[in-house]
């Protein structure tokens, strides 16, 4: 099987409810010299090997070196704009923001995705200590801004780790094969079921439990919170991360300095309008 091939049959496996919600979750395939990655605004489940945006490796390395301004909304820009031109001739679609997270990291596929049961303990108040014990191997990414400043960050911190949780937003799995991929989920999403049986939790939303709107536990509960459609859902999604949460010291939403950044970001605007699943 060809690497699009091989990726679109990943991001299907991995675009189901229990993983992602909306256009969340992005997935993506390297060469040496080239990253094919999901467009921003589709959803994992909807992909076709033509779907994907292919990216210039070595055009998009830029970004890392580029001296970046202050002001977050030209820094998104500049890099928005460096992304766009990373583009390959031929290729249509707005890359993921978080295409250059999957540039740096190792492996030939990466899925990227937030399901509940993961975030039970990327939003707990004792996330960084269980996911030490847990997953040792792992590098864990304390909450930055979503887009060019948590690629950024990643790339400070990792040292060829293959598995990456981020803090408030979800998990990173990177491998060589899709098999590598699947192996990893298994063994994160396995030990993460036991923590909850452990503590006599239930990984099925409790009935009634369910808030008006999403609480501020990720930036795409926030980016759906008035989604027609999607607004119920993630409220429910957030209201079983607050009950898978309690295994790991209790939830902890967003700080309002986040929030402020995320109801700002034009390139969730972008999406936001993108999404109409
Ligand atoms: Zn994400």
Redesign the pocket.
């Known amino acids: 099987m060809n690497l699009l091939d091989t990726i679109t049959q990943l991001s299907h496996e991995f675009g189901t409810a229990d993983f992602v919600k909306g256009g969340?979750?992005?997935t993506s395939a390297k060469t040496a010299d080239t990253l094919w990655v999901k467009p921003s605004g589709t959803t994992l489940a909807s992909l076709t090997p033509q779907t994907f945006v292919a990216l210039d490796r070595a055009k998009l390395a830029r970004l890392y070196d580029v001296a970046v301004p202050q002001d977050s909304h030209a820094r998104e820009t500049l890099v928005k704009d460096l992304m766009a031109a990373a583009v390959k001739p031929g290729s249509t679609g707005r890359p993921s923001v978080?295409a250059p997270l999957h540039d740096i990291l190792a492996g030939v596929f990466v899925v990227?995705?937030?399901p509940a049961l993961v975030n039970g303990l990327t939003c707990a108040k004792q996330g960084a200590a269980a996911c030490a014990r847990l997953f040792p191997d792992a590098l864990w990414i304390p909450y930055i801004d979503?887009g060019f400043t948590l690629c950024m960050d990643v790339r400070r911190r990792l040292h060829g780790q293959k598995l990456v949780l981020?803090e408030n937003?979800?998990i990173?799995v990177a491998g060589d094969t899709a098999e590598e991929i699947r192996a990893t989920y298994r063994r994160v999403l396995t030990a993460l079921r036991a923590e909850y049986a452990k503590a006599g939790i239930p990984t099925e939303l409790t009935p009634g439990k369910i808030p008006a709107a999403p609480e501020p536990i990720?930036?795409?509960h926030m980016v759906y919170t008035n989604h027609p459609k999607l607004g119920p859902v993630m409220a429910a999604d957030s209201a079983l991360t607050r009950q898978l949460a309690v295994a790991f010291g209790g939830i902890q939403l967003l700080d309002e300095r986040s929030q402020k950044f995320i109801r700002e970001w034009e390139v969730e605007a972008y999406r936001q309008k993108q999404v109409t699943t």
């Open positions: 969340g979750g992005n978080e990227h995705t937030h979503p981020l937003h979800g990173f990720t930036p795409d």
